[in-house]
């Protein structure tokens, strides 16, 4: 499976919180970071980030692009059942066949133009 499919696919388990899927697809040396987490290991993850699906409305990737090496971005859009549209980046690190660390950069406020 190409570094791309990986991350889409982990993604998906993430929506669908199929934990079973998503700890196949996350190695078990992941690094998770963003603006709210620092550098946290796969149960830190598993245990603050994963289970936050039921905050969304709906969340969709917009694009997945190889970024060179072993490294995908990936840009996805959401909205929070609390109201506001977002978009948010990750650049997101596979190995064989698995996540093993992923950045993640907040956008702002999507606005209708």
């Known amino acids: 499976m190409a570094n ?6 982990c ?8 934990r079973e899927t998503a700890d196949r697809l ?9 603006p709210q987490d620092d550098h946290i290991d ?4 598993f245990e603050r ?4 699906v039921d905050r969304l409305r709906y969340q969709k990737v ?3 692009v190889p970024a060179g090496g072993d490294d995908v971005f ?11 549209r977002y978009r948010n980046v990750e650049l997101i690190t596979v190995r064989d066949g698995r996540l093993t660390e ?3 950069f907040f956008g702002g406020l999507v606005r209708e133009t």
Do not use: H, N, W
Not at 4 to 9: E, I, L, P
Not at 42 to 45: E, L, P, T, V
Not at 49 to 52: G, Q, S, V
Not at 74 to 84: H, M, N, P, R, V
């Open 102 to 104: 992923t950045q993640v």
């Open 42 to 45: 796969k149960a830190a993850f």
């Open 26 to 34: 996350i190695a078990e040396d992941f690094v998770f970071t963003s």
């Open 62 to 64: 917009l694009e997945a």
């Open 11 to 18: 993604m998906e388990s993430y929506l669908a919180q199929d």
């Open 74 to 84: 990936l840009l996805y859009e959401y909205e929070l059942k609390t109201g506001g």
């Open 49 to 52: 980030c994963f289970p936050t």
């Open 4 to 9: 791309v499919d990986v991350v889409r696919a």
